[in-house]
């Protein structure tokens, strides 16, 4: 039994919280943190469990393994330093950071210490891209000969009142970092790398806010330099899950929300996965927290040494590599 902290108790929190209740045989919540009374009181009686705001004490507890960083993304670099300095290991939500090198500051900081740390990309654990993985690995479907990949979604100007958000100050970035990231990564993962060609990067009319809400690139793909695209906003009312067409020598798979199909040439059609929303639309947290569960075991079964991590700083590194390509034109 692991015994673990949670630091953030904001929008971040529902799924997380599911996912430790479906684990609870493995993993035990022994502290919940914020600065916030008001987010402190609300966590209490949701929950039945109570919370305090002296990190200190919770860093200073030889019981905590590990602890689950919520906070917004401005302060990820300090806290996840002192996490680390304690001698705890890391999930931490993305971005890790303000800029690419917080990540980089992390990921050595871990290294230098021994310690894992597992970035919160939970679209890598939905079941139909595990299972589209599965096909890819194999040489079922030939080469990547072309990508397209769309994140159609919406947020009203409400989500970017609140303050903060959408600011470099406090998120580093737009849709790109707190949105398409999930999106992205996946992609990256499931062609093998992703190099932009061109891009661009702006705010539509759609929005008051710092940051940008629409990015359009070029791209090539795999080792091969497959062409594609990809497309992200949150000013596509009233938004729609996000697609990405891989197109083989042999096979087109699509993914589609939580559903993935596999179209063979030679006829068959195979649907992966199941169907839900995937916070495409107004209401960021409407979503399944399943895929935040399975990443959170396969984080327990790293600190049990079952397995090595599946997921880590590196491949965040990757993806935020990505979206700094292209996001530079529209920098602050």
Do not use: N
Request: with cysteine; hydrophobic share 45%; glycine share 10%.
């Amino acid at each position: 039994m692991k015994t673990i902290a949670i630091l953030g108790l904001g929008m971040a929190l529902a799924p997380h919280m599911a996912g430790l209740a479906d684990l609870k045989g493995r993993v035990r919540l022994a502290y919940a943190v914020s600065r916030s009374s008001a987010r402190r009181a609300a966590f209490e009686a949701s929950y039945g469990i109570a919370a305090t705001d002296d990190l200190d004490a919770v860093l200073g507890d030889p019981a905590v393994d590990a602890v689950i960083l919520l906070t917004p993304p401005a302060s990820h670099r300090d806290l996840g330093s002192r996490i680390l300095a304690a001698g705890k290991h890391l999930l931490i939500e993305k971005p890790a950071g303000l800029v690419i090198d917080d990540t980089r500051f992390l990921a050595d900081r871990a290294k230098a210490l021994g310690l894992l740390v597992t970035p919160v990309l939970q679209h890598r654990f939905r079941s139909s891209v595990r299972a589209v993985a599965k096909i890819i690995s194999s040489s079922a479907p030939g080469k990547l000969c072309g990508v397209h990949c769309l994140i159609p979604w919406w947020r009203p100007q409400s989500y970017y009142d609140e303050p903060g958000r959408g600011t470099y100050a406090r998120d580093g970035g737009g849709v790109m970092l707190t949105q398409a990231i999930h999106t992205l990564d996946v992609l990256r993962a499931l062609c093998g790398g992703a190099r932009i060609s061109a891009a661009h990067a702006g705010t539509s009319p759609l929005h008051r806010m710092e940051s940008e809400d629409m990015v359009c690139a070029l791209a090539t793909f795999g080792p091969d330099a497959a062409p594609g695209t990809i497309m992200a906003t949150t000013a596509c009312f009233p938004g729609m899950p996000e697609t990405m067409t891989l197109i083989f020598e042999r096979m087109t798979i699509r993914l589609k929300g939580l559903q993935a199909q596999v179209f063979h040439h030679y006829g068959q059609v195979e649907t992966l996965g199941g169907e839900g929303a995937s916070g495409s639309a107004a209401d960021p947290m409407a979503f399944d927290h399943a895929s935040h569960r399975e990443l959170m075991s396969a984080f327990l079964d790293a600190l049990e040494g079952k397995t090595a991590l599946e997921v880590d700083l590196s491949d965040l590194l990757r993806t935020r590599e990505l979206i700094d390509a292209m996001t530079e034109d529209h920098g602050h």
